[in-house]
T-cell receptor, first 113, second 118 residues
Framework: AQSVSQHNHHVILSEAASLELGCNYS??????LFWYVQYPGQHLQLLLK??????LVKGIKGFEAEFIKSKFSFNLRKPSVQWSDTAEYFC???????????FGTGTSLTVIP | DTGVSQNPRHKITKRGQNVTFRCDPI?????LYWYRQTLGQGPEFLTY????????KSRLLSDRFSAERPKGSFSTLEIQRTEQGDSAMYLC????????????????FGPGTRLLVL
């Protein structure tokens, strides 16, 4: 069965600190990869996505993620977080041949001003 | 705002009652998805429609759950004989049709319907 693991459940950072959130998936075939964010009281919205090509993808608000195929990972990074980045972050994986998105359990990020 | 809308936003019901939720996707989107999210978990896929056809159903979708998208626009999710374990956030998402083979289009999520079964 396909699974997505986000090992950091809660992360607390001070403003300007660097962020890296881990995401690993278990599926041997070709996948598309996504990071979604949910700000307090808001809908899930897309941060960035990877389909193919350059494994380093850039998203909105200064976020980026790197796809490392050999490690089945798609970690999210931001060099300097802001208080407004406080949110829940979800990694999602979709098989190229399927329609389902498989989500991780999410990481709650709190940024302290 | 032309995003995905869901109604109601909150529903409290007694065990054994039936409930129905509605999702209105973004108007030009052919694909519609239902997910369930419980506390501390990510969204779990329930079912998927392409236009009015229900093409995929998760094993999570027991026979008490039924979803429809009769005209290929809005969708309803009904839960019959609700149980306390059905308490969750029910999310709807929509996406446009695939334009390139092998690339799922971004799913746009609604605000969800939070169900509490007493």
């Amino acid at each position: 069965a396909q699974s997505v693991s986000q090992h950091n459940h809660h992360v607390i950072l001070s403003e300007a600190a660097s962020l890296e959130l881990g995401c690993n998936y278990s599926y041997g075939g070709t996948v598309n990869l996504f990071w979604y964010v949910q700000y307090p009281g808001q809908h899930l919205q897309l941060l960035l996505k990877y389909f193919s090509g350059d494994p380093l993808v850039k998203g909105i608000k200064g976020f980026e993620a790197e796809f490392i195929k050999s490690k089945f990972s798609f970690n999210l990074r931001k060099p300097s977080v802001q208080w407004s980045d406080t949110a829940e972050y979800f990694c999602a994986v979709a098989r190229r041949t399927g329609n389902q998105f498989y989500f991780g359990t999410g990481t709650s990020l709190t940024v302290i001003p | 705002d032309t995003g995905v809308s869901q109604n109601p936003r909150h529903k409290i019901t007694k065990r054994g009652q039936n409930v129905t939720f509605r999702c209105d996707p973004i108007s030009e989107h052919n694909r519609l998805y239902w997910y369930r999210q419980t506390l501390g978990q990510g969204p779990e896929f329930l079912t998927y429609f392409q236009n009015e056809a229900q093409l995929e159903k998760s094993r999570l979708l027991s026979d008490r759950f039924s979803a429809e998208r009769p005209k290929g626009s809005f969708s309803t999710l009904e839960i019959q004989r609700t149980e306390q374990g059905d308490s969750a956030m029910y999310l709807c998402a929509s996406s446009p049709n695939l334009t390139t083979a092998g690339r799922q289009e971004t799913q746009y999520f609604g605000p969800g319907t939070r169900l509490l079964v007493l």
